[in-house]
């Protein structure tokens, strides 16, 4: 009995993850808390500046429609930088272009806060966008790299519950840097942010990774297709939706900036906390069920919210408004974990920047979408008929998508008949 205990093999306890085990080393969560720190500085920097763009616009002597120029300079080139910044992530690997993104973004960030004209300003904005179309794909990939992938949905709903949170409360945070040291401060503030991010990164993520002539393989297969598709769709409700929240309390209800961006905080919070759900949920069941789930929430919510005569500042719109909220949490984690699931490793650059593309693409259209629909006065009936607008799009088109992402399975075996093509 002793001689054959002594002859059992012993696992190494630094052996690494194998493909099929769901052990996660503290080096992978490790690097996921660098690449979420460095996702929610982005997200942040999309609304935190929005708040401020009055008092810019009297500063720098500009009009405030001239202003919005700030924001525009800075998703355009995020835009056209996420498929090069997705390449580099394959070739490079996340830490060193998460690391040359984040320089990128801090020059641009110092261009800003210390810009002496608009247009000094906008030419900032600029740089900052460039620097985060390098950053995003290296955040999502850095955020699962050492996650197998039974895991990743574990992963995503942290990294999916910072970067909502941060995308919603930007504007509450913009509003109270503003108006207690102006609007500059928002910009010496996203560079100490940057700083930190950037530390993180270089001192968290994994060297290596992402070697020439190794990224083969097909990136537009059908279930990125699908995820792409949902990701954007969750976006143009989300920006949409809480664009036009934001527009009728400060201009119909008479809020101001910061009061409307606080009565919203709930909401975001109850995103926050959809995502983490949102990945147990895929781990252990596929991605379709938290979809179906938070399109089916969040439509439903937002069918309340557009009966004509409910009101829409009021403490009976607390219930609606949870519902919407912790839907969309729902929808951040099974667009990645599909998509990501049905792709080499290889190729999760270029995966994560075409999921970012459609956030941002649906972002876009969102918020296109809800300025055009509340016009120069927006009025309860036009927020109400909007939100119906939302409310189907999320029953009629949201659920029919997610219906097509995969199962527990399904994007595992996509990914390995994608690598073997």
């Known amino acids: 009995m002793v001689t054959s205990l002594r002859q059992r093999p012993k696992r190494p306890p630094s052996a690494p993850t194998s493909a099929g085990s769901s052990t996660v080393h503290r080096a992978a969560w490790l690097g996921l808390a660098a690449a979420t720190g460095a996702a929610a ?55 060193r272009t998460g690391l040359a993104g984040l320089a990128v973004f801090a020059a641009g960030v110092l261009c800003g806060a210390l810009a002496p004209s608009f247009g000094v300003l ?21 955020a699962v790299a050492g996650f197998p992938p039974t895991r990743r949905g574990t992963a995503l709903g942290i990294w999916g519950a910072a970067a909502g949170i941060s995308n919603l409360i930007g504007p509450l945070l913009g509003g109270l840097v503003t108006a207690a040291a102006g609007w500059r401060a928002v910009w010496w503030t996203l ?10 990164v270089a001192r968290l993520l994994p060297r290596g990774g992402g070697e020439r002539g190794a990224a083969e393989g097909r990136v537009f297969t059908g279930t990125v297709r699908s995820a792409t598709a949902v990701a954007a769709l969750t976006f143009a409700v989300m920006i949409g939706s809480f664009f036009l929240a934001e527009q009728y309390l400060q201009r119909t209800a008479h809020y101001s900036p910061l009061a409307a961006s606080a009565a919203l905080l709930l909401v975001a919070l109850l995103v926050g906390l959809g995502a983490p759900v949102a990945g147990r949920l895929a781990d252990a069941r596929g991605e379709r069920l938290p979809a179906l789930a938070g399109f089916s929430l969040a439509g439903l919510g937002l069918v309340v919210l557009a009966v004509p005569g409910m009101p829409l500042h009021d403490p009976a719109t607390v219930l609606p408004l949870a519902a919407v909220g912790v839907g969309l949490g729902l929808l951040f984690v099974p667009t990645s974990r599909a998509a990501l699931n049905a792709t080499p490793d290889a190729l999760h650059g270029r995966t994560s920047a075409l999921l970012s593309g459609g956030r941002l693409v649906g972002a876009g259209v969102g918020a296109a979408l809800a300025g055009a629909a509340v016009g120069t006065a927006p009025t309860a009936s036009h927020v109400h008929l909007a939100l119906l607008v939302a409310a189907l799009a ?18 595992l075996q996509e990914a390995e008949q994608n690598a073997g093509s």
């Open 41 to 95: 500085l982005l997200q942040l920097d999309g609304t935190v500046i929005t708040v401020a763009l009055p008092t810019v616009a009297r500063e720098l002597h500009v009009s405030s429609g001239t202003s919005s120029a700030v924001l525009t300079a800075y998703f355009l080139p995020y835009a056209l930088l996420l498929w090069p910044g997705g390449s580099l992530v394959d070739r490079w690997g996340s830490r």
């Open 122 to 142: 906008v030419a900032g904005r600029v740089v900052q966008g460039a620097g985060a179309g390098l950053v995003s794909p290296a955040a999502l990939a850095g």
């Open 191 to 200: 560079l100490v942010l940057g700083g930190l991010a950037g530390a993180a």
């Open 394 to 411: 999320c029953l009629l088109v949201g659920i029919p998508a997610a219906g097509r992402l995969g199962s527990a399975g399904s994007g």
